[in-house]
C-alpha cells in the first residue's frame, strides 16, 4: 500500500504526518506493506522543512532534518492508493488536478470519520507553540489513522 500525505509548502505539517508514520509503521514492523510518501501543492522540490518541524517532531522521536520537498505533480500519483490532505482545499485543489482519483483523496480527519474543523492548521510562519500544537494533532490523527489503515 501507498500512501501521500498533503500540505501547501511540504515543509510542515504534511512531512510531521510522513515522517512520524513512518516511524509508527517501524515499530510494527509493517514499514514495507504501507510506503509512505509527502508532498505539497505548491512546493519548491527540495526545500527543507522548518526549523519548527524539524524542532517538535524530536518530541515525538522523529528525525525530520533530512526532508526535501516535493512537489505534488513530482509524484506519481496514480499509484498511490489514499491521498491524505491536510484542508479541504487540498482536498478540493487534487480532486480538480486528478478526478478519478476522487475516492482515494480525503482530508487526514475526514478519513479517521471527523467531520467537523476537518483542516489541520497550518503553522507556517508562527511560533514554536502552534507548531507543538500542530504536531500534537497530527500525532493523534495519525495514531487513529494508522489503526484504520492495518485493521482495514
Known amino acids: ?11 510542515c505539517r504534511s512531512p510531521m504526518a510522513h515522517h512520524y508514520t513512518q516511524k509508527k509503521l517501524y515499530e510494527m514492523n509493517l514499514e514495507e506493506q504501507i510506503i509512505v510518501e509527502s508532498a505539497g501543492t505548491y512546493a ?3 526545500s527543507e522543512a522548518t526549523e519548527y518541524a524539524i524542532k517538535v517532531m524530536k518530541m515525538y522521536d522523529v528525525d525530520m ?4 520537498a ?4 513530482n509524484v506519481d500519483i496514480n499509484d498511490i492508493d489514499y491521498v491524505f ?21 480525503f ?27 500542530t504536531a500534537k494533532d497530527i500525532v493523534e490523527i495519525v495514531d487513529k489513522q494508522i489503526d484504520k489503515l492495518v485493521k482495514g
Open 1 to 11: 500500500m501507498r500512501i501521500i500525505f498533503v500540505c501547501t509548502g511540504n515543509i
Open 44 to 46: 519548491y522540490t527540495g
Open 65 to 68: 532534518s533530512k526532508h526535501k
Open 70 to 73: 516535493t512537489k505534488i505533480e
Open 85 to 105: 490532505c491536510m484542508t479541504a482545499n487540498h482536498k478540493r485543489y487534487l480532486v480538480s488536478l486528478y478526478p478519478r482519483l476522487n475516492d482515494k483523496i
Open 107 to 133: 482530508t487526514l480527519k475526514e478519513f479517521i470519520g471527523e467531520n467537523k474543523n476537518i483542516d489541520i492548521e497550518d503553522p507556517w510562519g508562527y511560533d514554536e507553540k502552534t507548531y507543538a500544537k
